[in-house]
């Protein structure tokens, strides 16, 4: 059973960036892939960042494909989420999850371990 903690959100004016981490504890076998999601009020909760085990694959919706980039540090059990050139559109409570791989991730229901969230606000 993997916990997972989201932290590094906060309100940013548009234009600027943030990063998001994700930390992993407990049992950590591979293989699994690491995903960020995010969710208004009313809204279903939304795919926007996937990589792989191996960190050599990796998926991004269209709405923040060229702005956000995921990577992660094995050594820290964490995956990041390089969040840059922000809009107010971008304002959601962010989670991390664990799931197969990066295609399976857009299945929600499937993924195995949940974060509590992170709120990142952007203004305009």
């Known amino acids: 059973q993997v916990q997972l903690v989201e932290s590094g959100g906060g309100l940013v004016q548009a234009g600027g960036s943030l990063r998001l981490s994700c930390a992993a504890s407990?049992?950590?076998?591979?293989?699994?892939?690491m995903g960020w999601f995010r969710q208004v009020p009313g809204k279903e909760r939304e795919y926007v960042a996937g990589?792989?085990?191996?960190?050599?694959?990796?998926y991004y919706a269209d709405s923040v494909k060229g702005r956000f980039t995921s990577s992660r540090d094995h050594a820290k059990n964490t995956v990041y989420l390089q969040m840059n050139r922000l809009k107010p559109e971008d304002t959601a409570v962010y989670y991390c999850?664990?799931?197969?791989?990066?295609?399976?991730?857009?299945?929600?229901?499937?993924?195995?371990?949940w974060g509590q969230g992170t709120q990142v606000t952007v203004s305009s």
């Open positions: 407990g049992r950590t076998f591979g293989n699994y892939a």
């Open positions: 990589i792989s085990w191996s960190g050599g694959i990796t």
């Open positions: 999850g664990i799931g197969a791989n990066t295609l399976t991730l857009g299945r929600l229901n499937t993924l195995t371990s």
